[in-house]
């Protein structure tokens, strides 16, 4: 991990667009 920022945000965005998909 690099940031933790950064998974935070990705983390964040993964979980929105699976649940656009889903």
Do not use: D, E, M, P
């Not at 950064?6 to 699976?18: A, H, L, T």
């Amino acid at each position: 991990v690099r940031r933790k920022g950064r998974v935070y945000v990705i983390n964040k965005v993964q979980r929105r667009f699976k649940a656009r998909q889903g």
